[in-house]
């Protein structure tokens, strides 16, 4: 029988910062690496567990509290796919692609050196592409990053566009102004907003147009100069749509794209363009390439095997 591993916190700020709220740190950790996690005193016992991998996520909560963070589960995903893969936490790509938005609730971190290199990307690159299934964060990151920015006051305005792929009725036709057209469009988009920062700061932000959002099609004949600028589910934009949303970028703008190349609405998959873009700017200094994959689905577990079942499977979808 494994005997009890024990490690000694100096003092209750290690304490509550390794533990979190009501133990719900320990409660993940638990989860990734399996075993009973217990705080007793000032000591954490664990049980059944590997030892290494379990005093390594303990010394790098240890350490971000001393840096005066506050760890959070997502940190401990973070830690532990890290160690996944045989890096140091405290040398990893971890802390050197965080996302610290200001008032917002939590640090965001990459779960992947694929997610960190795309949040590189989206700094360095003033265009980033990211490809990837559903699940893969590609969204979430682009909004975290572009609220950094907007935040910050890197840039005056966050425009969210996507194409509207309708199924027999328009736009024009539908109640309400274009703000409220356009939203159940854009719902993926303000949830990430919103699991990120406090409604009270998305609605000033939207009273003061700091936030807009658009269809793509309303887009042709602008400049947009100095703003965060995402292109959500680019897979379903036309060629000559794509082209127009990247002339459309001005001076001191950072532009996102993301899309899934499996979920291609339009009548004929080459006439994406966002397939279309990938091949014909791949040589185009100045523009990041992120590609995401299964590896890299921090949604629910099971969509990764969802994911990894449609993957195998080679008939059509409907035939037996």
């Not at 016992?45 to 991998?53: G, I, L, P, Q, Y």
């Not at 909560?61 to 936490?89: K, M």
């Not at 640090?107 to 360095?124: D, E, F, H, L, T």
């Not at 005056?156 to 024009?172: C, D, F, H, I, N």
């Amino acid at each position: 029988m494994q005997e009890t591993i024990t490690i000694v916190l100096k003092d209750s700020d290690e304490l509550s910062g390794v533990c979190g709220v009501n133990d719900a740190n320990l409660q993940v950790i638990e989860q990734l690496l399996g075993g009973r996690i217990i705080a007793h005193g000032n000591e954490i016992r664990a049980n059944t567990v590997d030892e290494h991998h379990f005093k390594a996520v303990i010394n790098a909560l240890i350490a971000a509290v001393h840096l005066g963070e506050n760890p959070t589960p997502d940190y401990i995903h973070a830690v532990v796919d890290t160690l996944a893969s045989g890096e140091d936490p405290h040398k990893s790509y971890i802390n050197n692609a965080l996302i610290l938005i200001p008032h917002g609730f939590k640090r965001v971190y990459p779960r992947s050196k694929n997610q960190a290199a795309y949040i590189q990307g989206m700094r360095s690159c003033d265009i980033a592409f990211c490809v990837g299934p559903a699940g893969t964060g590609k969204t979430y990151l682009a909004v975290a990053e572009a609220l950094r920015l907007l935040l910050s006051k890197k840039v005056y305005k966050l425009v969210l566009t996507r194409p509207v792929v309708e199924a027999g009725e328009s736009l024009g036709f539908l109640p309400g102004d274009l703000a409220q057209k356009i939203s159940p469009y854009l719902r993926p988009l303000y949830d990430a907003m919103e699991a990120l920062i406090p409604f009270e700061i998305i609605r000033r932000l939207e009273e003061t147009h700091a936030i807009e959002i658009a269809p793509l099609a309303y887009m042709r004949g602008r400049s947009l100069n100095d703003a965060a600028i995402i292109l959500d589910e680019a897979q379903n934009t036309t060629k000559d749509q794509m082209k127009m949303f990247l002339t459309r970028i001005g001076t001191g703008s950072r532009a996102v794209i993301t899309g899934d190349a499996t979920q291609i609405d339009l009548p004929r998959s080459n006439d994406s363009g966002l397939l279309h873009a990938l091949s014909l700017l791949k040589a185009v200094e100045g523009i990041h390439f992120a590609w995401l994959n299964t590896v890299d689905v921090v949604r629910n577990p099971l969509i990764k095997k969802i994911i990894q079942a449609y993957e195998k499977d080679s008939l059509p979808v409907g035939r037996a």
